[in-house]
């Protein structure tokens, strides 16, 4: 099972540091990714972390304002959001996926249920 939290409403600019938990299985082995889906728009994949965090991938819209992190020793993967734009605003989801890569979505495998960020001032 997979938990997020760190969500919130912040204003443009600010910054939020989210947390994805895992329980009854250990985070080091998968690949993990996070993605968001704003109302009304498709589920995307925002960016995602190799299990050894050698290797890291970023959607251009959030490149140079989220950085992704993982503390296998904590069995946790971290989302650190700064420079937070109103588009930012969704459902942020982590999943493991099969492979940290393109495309994102297809290599989903378990997800949780999601952490509210609001962007707004």
């Known amino acids: 099972q997979l938990v997020e939290s760190g969500g919130g409403s912040v204003q443009p600019g600010g910054s939020l540091r989210l947390s994805c938990a895992a329980s009854?299985?250990?985070?080091?082995?998968?690949?993990i990714g996070w993605f968001r889906q704003a109302p009304g728009k498709e589920r995307e994949g925002v960016s995602c972390?190799?299990?050894?965090?050698?290797?890291?991938y970023y959607v251009d819209s959030v490149k140079g304002r989220f950085t992704i992190s993982r503390d296998n020793a904590k069995n946790s993967v971290y989302l650190q959001m700064n420079s937070l734009e109103p588009e930012d605003t969704a459902v942020y989801y982590c999943?493991?996926?099969?492979?940290?890569?393109?495309?994102?979505?297809?290599?989903?495998?378990?997800w949780g249920k999601g952490t509210q960020v609001t962007v707004s001032s």
């Open positions: 972390i190799s299990s050894t965090a050698a290797s890291t």
């Open positions: 999943a493991t996926m099969n492979g940290c890569g393109r495309p994102m979505l297809g290599r989903a495998r378990s």
């Open positions: 009854g299985f250990s985070l080091g082995s998968p690949a």
